[in-house]
């Protein structure tokens, strides 16, 4: 139980940092690139997801894991993607409920989608910590 407390806390730690990126890489996206919302979403999904990958191999479960790592980054967006749907929803709930509704002053209005990426990280940890620990790091 100690193992996978610890385990929960490192997976949360890169989960956080995580976050960060994918609301780096939002921002690139939409103010950068110029994409929308829903597209600049799917590509700061993609580097988060890799990147949280990547810093689980090397510290979450650095003493497990087997198979090269191009075969697990697939598993890893494969097993997650259950959580990144549920991830997804809220974001896209949170900018459709209060975005451009005008209720909202326009500064608070721009920062809806990172409330909805930070919500939607929040709502898919435990799927993704369960799921990643049985399937992917094993």
């Known amino acids: 139980m100690k193992q996978i407390a610890s385990e929960f806390a490192r997976f949360s730690a ?3 940092a995580g976050l ?3 609301m780096a890489a939002l ?3 939409m103010e950068l690139i110029g994409l929308s919302y829903v597209a600049g979403r799917g590509v700061s ?3 988060a997801a890799t990147f ?3 810093c689980n191999r090397a510290i979450t479960f650095a003493s497990k894991g087997s198979g090269g790592q191009a075969g ?3 598993r890893f967006l494969a097993v997650n993607s259950a ?3 549920v991830n ?3 974001y896209l709930s949170v900018v459709a409920a209060f975005g451009s509704s005008g209720a909202l002053p326009s500064r608070v209005d721009a920062l809806l989608p990172y409330l909805g990426v930070a919500l939607g990280s929040l709502s898919g940890l435990l799927f993704n910590f369960t799921l990643s620990r049985l399937l992917v790091f094993r």
């Open 45 to 47: 999904y993609l580097a």
């Open 83 to 85: 959580g990144g749907a």
């Open 20 to 22: 960060l990126v994918d």
């Open 72 to 74: 697990q980054w697939a």
């Open 88 to 90: 997804f929803a809220v």
């Open 14 to 16: 890169v989960g956080a």
């Open 52 to 54: 949280t990958w990547a």
């Open 27 to 29: 921002c690139v996206a």
